[in-house]
């Protein structure tokens, strides 16, 4: 917690299907912050038929980062939002060194910091285990996977009888380039928050209860 202004800005990294998006929903519960997933406002976007959806839509089913600059504005904007003014879990943002600049430079005209940045470490075999069989609803968003954690009715969301969808970016091959693109533009922003000083690196491969203690272990 930043004492001068009482804010807390927590970054979540990690690969593709590392947890960020689970550890990331138990903790803005706990903690009552604002959860600002990325990919997220990217699938609401691919969906609309216009310019900025399509162009999203033509790199986020590839795999492919979407292009900086639409990034940046779409997510700053974002975190002007009343809502994010007392902090918020910036899940999957930044991903790249510009957008890590542009963040720093943004905060730093706005007086303030990011308090920490988790780093989510689970190996590759693991990750593609977890995005092939990975299940969504539709109507609440709760997340299943064929292997570890079946609905118990294949294809309906325990939670609200939902409807079950993969996500269109989680076919092996599309995982697959997801994972070479986190190795090449994303992996190095490690090292950049490690210089920085506000770098904890936590295992993500044991259970999802057992990496939530290690997360907030981190931020004490
Ligand atoms: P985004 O939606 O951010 O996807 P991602 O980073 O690829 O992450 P995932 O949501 O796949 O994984 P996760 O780490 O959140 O894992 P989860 O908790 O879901 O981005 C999608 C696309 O949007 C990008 O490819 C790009 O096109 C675009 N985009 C987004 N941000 C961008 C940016 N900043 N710049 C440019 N483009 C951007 O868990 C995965 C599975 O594992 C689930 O089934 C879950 O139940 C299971 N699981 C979780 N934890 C455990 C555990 N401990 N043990 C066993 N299973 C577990």
């Known amino acids: 917690m930043n004492a001068r202004d009482n804010t807390l800005y927590v ?4 690969a593709p ?4 998006g689970t550890q990331a929903v138990l903790l803005s519960q706990q903690a009552r912050l604002v959860h600002l997933a990325s990919g997220d406002l990217f699938r609401e976007v691919r969906q609309q038929d216009t310019e900025i959806g399509r162009l999203v839509k033509s790199y986020y089913d590839k795999g492919e980062l979407v292009p900086d600059d639409v990034t940046i504005r779409m997510i700053l904007e974002r975190l002007s939002q009343p809502d994010c003014q007392s902090g918020c879990l910036l899940d999957g943002f930044p991903r790249t060194l510009q957008q890590a600049l542009a963040l720093d430079d943004a905060f730093h005209a706005q007086g303030k910091r990011i308090e920490r940045v988790v780093s989510i470490a689970v190996e590759r075999a693991e990750l593609l285990r977890r995005l092939g069989g990975r299940w969504l609803c539709q109507r609440c968003g709760a997340s299943y996977h064929t292997v570890s954690a079946p ?3 294949g294809g309906t969301c325990d939670r609200c009888g939902g409807e079950l969808y993969q996500r269109a970016d989680d076919t092996e091959e599309t995982a697959k380039n997801r994972l070479d693109v986190y190795d090449r533009q994303t992996a190095p922003l490690v090292d950049y928050y490690r210089t920085r000083d506000v770098l904890a690196e936590v295992n993500g491969q044991g259970q999802v209860e057992s990496v939530q203690a290690a997360v907030v272990a ?3």
């Open 17 to 20: 299907g590392a947890g960020k």
């Open 11 to 14: 970054i979540l990294l990690g």
């Open 151 to 153: 609905p118990k009715v």
């Open 218 to 220: 981190a931020l004490r």
